[in-house]
């Protein structure tokens, strides 16, 4: 643990509900769900949503439709409606569907890099390379993703200097931050810990998020270590949707109401409007038939 912390004054969400939630569940929502979903999130305060993903849908059927959602959805001034985009043709799909900012993803394991993306690690980052070329030619802003970086379900153990070594290789090509991907959910504030203790005096914490799913209910005290450590971007999931479709038993990431709760304890800014979330969630579980992954939803609900 860092010697001495001060908690920052606020924390960005970046809430990835309608693409990580939804590319891993069962029931397909309707595009009309979707843009409500997407719509519903930022009404309630949410500054950054991750709209949807342009990715092959014959590995991801559930973001099939993501052009359309784009281009339906009312935006919000000041809300940044994200896509993922792993190489040249996602990229040509998301501007043309109006995405406001992309991502790109690359793992700190090769054999999820291989499931996932079909490709090694350094073939993913020559991939992204014309992306980022693309992307800064049409003053679009890129968000790095790295997975596993606690644990992956292939190859058990993750070191961290593999870790740094792909989130370095994203930032040195143009991405403004990475986000660390506890993919399984494996990662506890130990482990956390000692990754973060290489990672930000690297790269320093203002270039690095949080993205935790909660397969071992383990998030919540791992975004507490990361926010010791400075770090003040966090990645969540309205209701807790989701898991990841190359991770089998993985869980959804953290819900974002949890986060949003634990925040205001630490009285740290978010700008959301709980109730106001708890709501849209709650109308988002009804519509896939299945309950919410978010404790704080459910005490209210009770
Ligand atoms: C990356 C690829 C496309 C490579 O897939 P590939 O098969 O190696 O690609 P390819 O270039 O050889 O092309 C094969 C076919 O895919 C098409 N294709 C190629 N690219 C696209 C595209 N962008 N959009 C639409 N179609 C595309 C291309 O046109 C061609 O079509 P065909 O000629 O056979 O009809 C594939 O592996 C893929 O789509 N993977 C999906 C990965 C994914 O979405 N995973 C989930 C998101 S990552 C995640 O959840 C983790 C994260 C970010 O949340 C952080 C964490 O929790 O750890």
Redesign the pocket.
């Known amino acids: 643990m860092t010697e001495s912390f001060a908690y920052p004054k606020s924390v960005s969400i970046v809430e990835v509900g309608p693409r ?1 939630g939804l ?1 891993n569940e069962s029931t397909p929502l309707s595009t009309q769900d979707k843009v409500e979903l997407v719509e519903g999130l930022a009404n309630a305060g949410l500054r950054y949503v991750e709209t949807g ?5 014959r ?2 059927p559930q973001m099939a439709d993501s052009g359309e959602v784009f281009q339906r959805i009312s935006r919000l001034p000041g809300v940044t409606y994200a896509a ?1 985009t ?2 040249m ?2 990229f040509e ?1 998301a501007m043309k569907a109006g995405a406001s900012e992309v991502a790109v ?1 690359a793992a700190a394991s090769e054999s999820f890099s291989q499931r ?4 090694s690690i350094s073939e993913s980052i020559d991939r992204f390379h014309p992306v980022m070329e693309a992307a800064d030619a049409a003053g679009i802003a890129v968000r790095g ?1 790295v ?2 970086v606690l644990g992956c379900p292939y190859e058990g153990e993750i070191q961290a200097q593999a870790v740094l070594e792909v989130s370095q290789a994203l930032l040195d090509m143009g991405c403004y931050e990475v986000s660390l ?1 506890d ?1 399984i959910g494996t990662g506890t504030p130990g482990s956390m810990d000692r990754l973060l203790n290489v990672l930000v005096p690297e790269l320093t914490p203002g270039k690095l998020a949080l ?1 935790c ?1 909660n397969s071992y209910g383990q998030a919540l005290a791992n975004i507490l270590v990361g926010l010791q450590h400075g770090i003040s971007r966090i990645d969540s999931s309205v209701a807790g949707l989701g898991g ?3 991770a089998t038993g993985a869980s959804g990431n953290v819900a974002t109401e949890d986060v949003v709760y634990m925040l205001q304890g630490l009285d740290i800014e978010t700008g959301v409007d709980l109730d106001a979330l708890i709501a849209v969630g709650a109308d988002c579980c009804k519509k896939l038939e299945r309950s919410t992954q978010s404790a704080v939803a459910q005490a209210r609900a009770a």
């Open positions: 990580d590319q993903s342009f990715v092959n849908p590995w991801i993922l792993p190489n043709k996602g799909r993803f996932n993306i079909n490709c993703y997975s596993c991907g993919t993205h799913h990841c479709p190359y």
